[in-house]
């Protein structure tokens, strides 16, 4: 008992996030959209550097599974700039993605967590609390 199926954890995720948490897409940015968005070269960098030290699945270790969690991070990034992005962030994009199997909502569940579960101070530039 304890670990859930792989086959039902989309569907749970779905159902803890759309369902009990009543989350809807169309409360943040399109993940379409955020990908169209500029942000800082500085971000892209540091996102880019993390990549190849982010080895935790079967999935992350490809280049298919590289380039999932590089386009969902600077999403993430271009959605909320006051965060952009921040070491660890790799490692939750990583495991989102590998559950959900889709892009576009591991992006919607990452920024449920950021917002309404309150991650995102977790993530600020120190600068911002001083």
Known sequence: MGNLEPELRLPFW????????GAKLE???????CLTMEIPEKVR???SRDL????TTALIKTEVGQSQ??????AIAAAVPEVGYCQGMNFIACILIEHCRSE???YFVFMEML??????CLYLPV???S
């Open 14 to 21: 779905k159902y803890l996030i759309f369902t009990k948490n």
């Open 27 to 33: 409360d943040y940015p399109a993940y379409e959209e």
């Open 45 to 47: 960098d540091e996102i």
């Open 52 to 55: 190849n030290r982010t080895n």
């Open 69 to 74: 969690m590089k386009r969902v991070l600077e």
């Open 104 to 106: 576009e909502i591991a």
């Open 115 to 120: 917002h309404k579960m309150e991650m995102k």
């Open 127 to 129: 600068s911002i609390f």
